[in-house]
């Protein structure tokens, strides 16, 4: 082999070396350092100043911030955090660089105000973002009806809500379904059925798959609530003719109060249990209960909403 | 043009060729369809966003680099290597030899960002199978980040004319922060009172605007652009460009270069 060859060789086998082993020390480094603290790491807390920082090309660092944002909270939201302690100022961040990044708003909402495990339980934040959102694009009907529905559901808050729908509703292009929210508040608010009614309109409003999914296991959840009150109050009612609680469902069946068990959305029969209560069989599987689930139950960490049984 | 710009030109461009600065385009090949294919896994709902918006940031801080760097060798790196005495022992004048260089670093950045922009509509394409109307409003952004080009060639040469490429480097570079700053230099103008209001006031019309010709985020959102907003910012780019190549010429017709 020519001299030129052999250091060629040499050189190559050195460089593959060399490259495995500094991934394999870098490897070993980031298993020494542990220090939990980083990930809650924030550099910069003002969004003006990374606006200015940006030298204009602001709508990428919006991307990326959103991005971080959407990591920040899928980590903390897989692993049952207490806190999300970073999530209102990533969103502030990424919506001070970008203020017509719909998604932000309309995801990060979603993402601020449920009660955990859903969501962080942040709903004034929530509004604070909705609002900023509302501010920069003042003519997007769908700002107005997240913060109806952040009022609405999450703060119980159904004078505010009516009139966020109201507000909507004057903007150019609404959907008609906004007037009549607003309408109906004053009368139904608090009823499944009002809430029926949004996450209704949520489903048929986007083409998002996530949130299409996620308002379709509400409904569901919803339906449950609905079946759980009126067998409950057939229970009741087999209690009050018989002077004794059923033993199943068979018994209220049996003396002609149901025309046969009734199935919950995922298929399963509904049970009842010794104490008259009606319960779904597996409750892991119909995420948002408010009805239906044991005393005491938790639920399981969250899951992929579009890979939930129909 | 004349024939004597006209060659100095593609010299000009044949040399950039040669020197591999379109070598970077592999690298903006490689991090275009690097995103195309991440951001869809780890973000939601933001693919065609950030295609535009790498895309574009890439296509002009790419520019922008090759202008700087190559821009303030045009003249330096022909007196160090004294081939400049050559070009002009020949029937050519300065003012052309600077004019020429111009072009030519304008030619490179021109082709440099057809093929980018090729590749900003090929992932777009990719992450959302179609074209819409709005993604038009992209060739208006990329035709601005080219006039920006124009304006930190012309800038680039200005330093090249009278200083050291290092030093060069830096007024370059110093200018384009303070240009995409010169909105806020104007704002503070109208915060000061007297002689600081109108001393501030001139600095902000002299130095360049570059927020000005930045579109990037509002083409994203598919956002049109109005005609007027074309028209005037031409207008500046290639008024800006003409003063700053005016005064390298006129630096550069005294210069000794004995």
Redesign the interface.
């Known amino acids: 082999m020519s001299h030129p060859r052999q250091v060629t060789l040499a050189a190559s086998l050195l460089l593959g070396a060399c490259l495995l082993g500094s991934a394999f020390s870098l490897r070993r480094v980031d298993q020494l350092r542990t220090d939990p603290a980083s990930e809650d790491l924030l550099f910069f807390r003002s969004p003006k100043l990374l606006q200015r920082m940006s030298l204009g090309y602001d709508g990428l660092l919006a991307d990326v911030y959103w991005t971080r944002t959407v990591q920040y909270f899928g980590a903390r939201h897989a692993a049952h955090a207490s806190h999300y302690r970073q999530l209102a100022p990533l969103l502030a961040i990424t919506t001070t660089l970008d203020p017509h990044l719909m998604v932000a708003y309309e995801f990060g909402a979603n993402f601020l105000s449920p009660q955990p495990p859903y969501g962080a339980g942040m709903p004034d934040d929530a509004v604070k973002l909705v609002e900023f959102g509302i501010e920069n694009n003042p003519d997007n009907w769908r700002l107005y009806y997240d913060l109806g529905f952040i009022y609405y559901m999450d703060m119980k808050d159904y004078q505010r809500a009516a009139e966020a729908f109201a507000r909507g509703a004057k903007v150019p292009n609404a959907h008609p379904v906004l007037k009549i929210l607003a309408a109906q508040m004053a009368q139904h608010a608090g009823d499944t059925q009002m809430a029926r009614a949004l996450w209704t309109t949520t489903y048929q409003s986007t083409e998002d798959k996530q949130i299409r999914a996620n308002a379709m296991a509400h409904l569901r959840a919803l339906r449950v609530a609905d079946d759980v009150t009126a067998l409950e109050d057939l229970v009741a009612q087999y209690g009050q003719k018989t002077g004794q609680l059923p033993k199943s469902l068979a018994d209220v069946v049996a003396v002609k109060l149901l025309p046969g068990i009734p199935l919950d959305p995922t298929g399963h029969p509904y049970k009842l249990t010794g104490s008259g209560r009606i319960e779904v069989e597996v409750p892991d599987d119909i995420p948002f209960l408010e009805k239906g689930a044991p005393p005491g139950y938790k639920p399981p960490p969250p899951q992929n909403l579009e890979s939930l049984p129909r | 043009m004349n024939t004597r710009i006209t060659h100095i030109a593609s010299n000009t461009f044949r040399e950039a060729v040669r020197d591999r600065v379109l070598y970077n385009l592999i690298a903006f090949a490689v991090l275009l369809s690097g995103a195309a294919i991440l951001?869809g896994q780890?973000?939601?709902?933001?693919e065609k966003?950030?295609v535009?918006?790498?895309g574009l940031?890439a296509v002009?801080?790419f520019g922008i680099v090759i202008s700087i760097f190559i821009g303030i060798g045009l003249v330096s790196k022909e007196i160090e290597k004294r081939t400049l005495y050559t070009v002009l022992s020949r029937p050519v004048r300065r003012w052309e030899f600077i004019v020429g260089k111009f072009f030519g670093l304008a030619g490179t950045l021109v082709v440099n960002t057809f093929f980018m922009a090729i590749g900003v509509f090929g992932a777009l394409f990719y992450v959302a199978h179609k074209f819409q109307a709005s993604d038009s409003w992209v060739l208006v952004a990329l035709y601005f980040i080219v006039l920006q080009f124009l304006i930190i060639c012309a800038l680039a040469l200005l330093f090249s004319s009278f200083s050291s490429p290092l030093l060069s480097a830096v007024f370059a570079f110093s200018l384009?922060?303070i240009g995409?700053?010169s909105e806020?230099l104007r704002g503070f103008a109208q915060m000061a009172t007297g002689a600081t209001r109108w001393l501030v006031t001139g600095v902000s019309y002299l130095v360049p605007n570059?927020?000005a010709l930045?579109i990037?985020?509002s083409v994203?959102?598919g956002?049109p652009v109005s005609g007027q907003l074309i028209l005037h910012n031409s207008a500046y780019a290639l008024l800006y460009s003409a003063m700053a190549l005016s005064a390298a010429i006129l630096i550069f017709q005294r210069r000794n270069l004995k």
Do not use: Q
């Open positions: 951001v780890i973000s939601i709902e933001i966003l950030v535009i918006n790498l940031t002009s801080l384009f922060v995409s700053f806020d570059f927020s930045n990037i985020a994203a959102h956002r």
